[in-house]
């Protein structure tokens, strides 16, 4: 085995260990057996199904089509198909009871690392597959995929951990302060012209990342950070929310239909607001990017400010355009991977860091938090790039594609680093808010 490969499997191995121990102490660790088996909020699984169904998604991929081996559990597929069984559902499958559920994924995981060991992941060298379309293998993407998939579940599990009603049982380590640098400008300017959208070449990206593809733009100011809770709760004091001029003809039925006045989980606390937050009540802290708002909320903000929400395209090139070098960086900082300098993600807290905390993950235009915190809404509908081909199956995102839903970028606190870049997409519905959601401005306009 060449040392590309060793080191490939050695991380594989890793990241597949850290996966399983956060999603056990987001469950088996965290909740007895009648809160597993609970559905907390129709809008959620029971934690106990997303617990057996990131062990279902691993066998299929990892163990059967990858490894061509005979299925261990066929009687539970049905059960742990997500297109097959809708969330408000699942809480009356004959599901694994917890012990059970453990015990499969343990045996799944001692078959996928047994097979890990002979596997030939295509590194250095890529290998596509016979029909001339890229290989599962290639450079350890359905390896890759898999992990992901994991820790986008652990985010999923913490929002029902968010619904759930009750004493906290998560455990917040607050961890060391990093800088703080608040913007001193509201918003950079990004000056007209092209850049790369996308990406073709990096292994841990799914389908709907690519192709690659160049996309010009004209001039556009976007906010330094996200919106903070203060600047949000300005606009809620102004009326924002009584103020039928600044919806949209859908966000305002959902307004009015959902009767709502603040973000979810916040509550008027004397001349300011509180929030419930995985069972502690505190108050709303001032510095911190709103969360918990749907993208109703967000495009009503930006036009009370006089601004938009940005595109898709405009979120992405402020986030990775290097206009130094013409190029498209993985990361906003660069193409090194996160870690507690650039940004505040894979649940160090259980919640946004303050604005301005992460200097060091600020692109080379100056936008700073763009990776990590909130999710950020933006005002495009989610489709396929151009060229777009399906890898490795169309139920992970073509099915989504033109159904009305809202891309969002940047991933949030909840993100585990090895599910998000600069060209990840996630999408959902208009009207979700138990999500980790947040929001920057935008608007057109030449440089001052």
Same mark, same amino acid.
């Given at each position: 085995?060449?040392?590309?490969?060793?080191?490939?499997?050695?991380?594989?191995?890793?990241?597949?260990?850290?996966?399983?121990?956060?999603?056990?102490?987001?469950?088996?660790?965290?909740? &007895?057996?009648?809160?597993?088996?609970?559905?907390?909020?129709?809008? %959620?699984?029971?934690?106990?199904?997303?617990?057996?169904?990131?062990?279902?998604?691993?066998?299929?991929?990892?163990?059967?089509?990858?490894?061509?081996?005979?299925?261990?559990?066929?009687?539970?597929?049905?059960?742990?198909?997500?297109?097959?069984?809708?969330?408000? &559902?699942?809480?009356?499958?004959?599901?694994?009871?917890?012990?059970?559920?453990?015990?499969?994924?343990?045996?799944?995981?001692?078959?996928?690392?047994?097979?890990?060991?002979?596997?030939?992941?295509?590194?250095?060298?890529?290998?596509?597959?016979?029909?001339?379309?890229?290989?599962?293998?290639?450079?350890?993407?359905?390896?890759?995929?898999?992990?992901?998939?994991?820790?986008?579940?652990?985010?999923? %599990?913490? +929002?029902?951990?968010?619904?759930?009603?009750?004493?906290?049982?998560?455990?917040?380590?607050?961890?060391?302060? +990093?800088?703080?640098?608040?913007?001193?400008?509201?918003?950079?300017?990004?000056?007209?012209?092209?850049?790369? %959208?996308?990406?073709?070449?990096?292994?841990?990206?799914?389908?709907?990342?690519?192709?690659?593809?160049?996309?010009?733009?004209?001039?556009?100011?976007?906010?330094?950070?996200?919106?903070?809770?203060?600047?949000?709760?300005?606009?809620?004091?102004?009326?924002?929310?009584?103020?039928?001029?600044?919806?949209?003809?859908?966000?305002?039925?959902?307004?009015?239909?959902?009767?709502?006045?603040?973000?979810?989980?916040?509550?008027?606390?004397?001349?300011?607001?509180?929030?419930?937050?995985?069972?502690?009540?505190?108050?709303?802290?001032?510095?911190?990017?709103?969360?918990?708002?749907?993208?109703?909320?967000?495009?009503?903000?930006?036009?009370?400010?006089?601004?938009?929400?940005?595109?898709?395209?405009?979120?992405?090139?402020?986030?990775?355009?290097?206009?130094?070098?013409?190029?498209?960086?993985?990361?906003?900082?660069? &193409?090194?991977?996160?870690?507690?300098?650039?940004?505040?993600?894979?649940?160090?807290?259980?919640?946004?860091?303050?604005?301005?905390?992460?200097?060091?993950?600020?692109?080379?235009?100056?936008?700073?938090?763009?990776?990590?915190?909130?999710?950020?809404?933006?005002?495009?509908?989610?489709?396929?790039?151009?060229?777009?081909?399906?890898?490795?199956?169309?139920?992970?995102?073509?099915?989504?594609?033109?159904?009305?839903?809202?891309?969002?970028?940047?991933?949030?606190?909840?993100?585990?680093?090895?599910?998000?870049?600069?060209?990840?997409?996630?999408?959902?519905?208009?009207?979700?808010?138990?999500?980790?959601?947040?929001?920057?401005?935008?608007?057109?306009?030449?440089?001052?």
């Amino acid at each position: 085995m060449n040392q590309e490969q060793e080191r490939a499997k050695e991380r594989i191995a890793a990241e597949l260990d850290r996966s399983r121990r956060r999603s056990n102490g987001l469950t088996i660790d965290a909740l &007895d057996e009648e809160g597993l088996l609970a559905q907390h909020s129709p809008l %959620m699984s029971p934690l106990v199904w997303d617990l057996a169904h990131i062990g279902n998604y691993e066998e299929q991929w990892l163990l059967r089509a990858a490894g061509g081996r005979e299925a261990l559990r066929p009687d539970i597929d049905g059960l742990y198909d997500a297109f097959e069984n809708p969330r408000a &559902d699942r809480v009356t499958l004959p599901l694994l009871r917890p012990q059970e559920a453990r015990e499969y994924n343990d045996r799944v995981r001692k078959e996928v690392l047994d097979s890990l060991e002979s596997v030939d992941l295509g590194v250095p060298e890529p290998r596509e597959a016979p029909d001339g379309r890229r290989s599962l293998l290639d450079a350890g993407f359905v390896f890759h995929m898999v992990i992901q998939h994991e820790h986008q579940h652990d985010e999923t %599990m913490l +929002a029902t951990h968010q619904l759930r009603t009750g004493e906290p049982v998560l455990l917040e380590d607050v961890g060391t302060v +990093a800088a703080l640098r608040p913007p001193v400008e509201e918003e950079v300017f990004v000056p007209e012209g092209g850049f790369t %959208m996308g990406t073709d070449d990096d292994p841990w990206a799914y389908d709907n990342e690519g192709p690659s593809h160049e996309v010009v733009l004209g001039p556009y100011w976007i906010d330094t950070a996200p919106v903070t809770n203060a600047a949000y709760q300005r606009f809620i004091e102004d009326g924002g929310y009584q103020s039928r001029r600044w919806w949209t003809r859908e966000g305002w039925e959902w307004r009015e239909r959902a009767s709502v006045r603040a973000p979810a989980f916040w509550s008027p606390e004397g001349d300011g607001w509180s929030r419930r937050r995985f069972g502690r009540q505190e108050m709303v802290p001032s510095d911190e990017p709103v969360q918990h708002v749907n993208f109703h909320e967000a495009a009503a903000y930006a036009a009370w400010a006089g601004k938009r929400l940005p595109t898709e395209a405009e979120w992405e090139k402020a986030a990775r355009f290097d206009p130094g070098t013409g190029r498209s960086r993985r990361y906003p900082w660069g &193409d090194d991977e996160p870690d507690s300098r650039h940004a505040n993600l894979g649940q160090r807290k259980l919640g946004p860091s303050p604005a301005g905390r992460h200097p060091d993950g600020a692109s080379p235009l100056g936008v700073q938090q763009l990776i990590g915190d909130v999710w950020e809404w933006t005002s495009t509908t989610f489709t396929g790039y151009p060229g777009f081909r399906t890898f490795p199956y169309r139920e992970y995102s073509e099915v989504f594609f033109d159904q009305g839903y809202k891309v969002l970028r940047g991933g949030s606190w909840a993100t585990h680093p090895t599910a998000v870049r600069s060209t990840f997409r996630n999408w959902d519905h208009a009207i979700r808010r138990q999500i980790f959601s947040g929001f920057r401005c935008a608007r057109d306009g030449e440089s001052a």
